[in-house]
């Protein structure tokens, strides 16, 4: 969880103008990538949904939950 939370912190934008940069899309991606990794398909599927609606700081915060509770 600790490498996850690495790249949750990275994928977040730092300030206004970092929002949709190529480092923090970059970022977001792989932390998605990872997650991807972790997560079963169908809680991938329900996070994709998610992630419809969400602020990139509301789909990293879904996302770490999530895995949270597949790593218990």
Do not use: H, Y
């Not at 991606?29 to 972790?38: A, D, R």
């Not at 998610?50 to 770490?64: G, H, N, Q, R, V």
């Amino acid at each position: 969880m600790t490498d996850l939370n690495a790249l949750a912190a990275a994928a977040r934008p730092i300030n206004d103008t970092d929002w949709g940069s190529g480092r923090q899309i970059d970022a977001q991606n792989l932390f998605f990538k990872e997650v991807e990794k972790v997560l079963p398909a169908d809680k991938f599927a329900e996070l994709e949904d998610f992630c419809l609606k969400a602020t990139t700081d509301e789909m990293i915060d879904e996302a770490l939950k999530l895995v949270s509770k597949v790593e218990r």
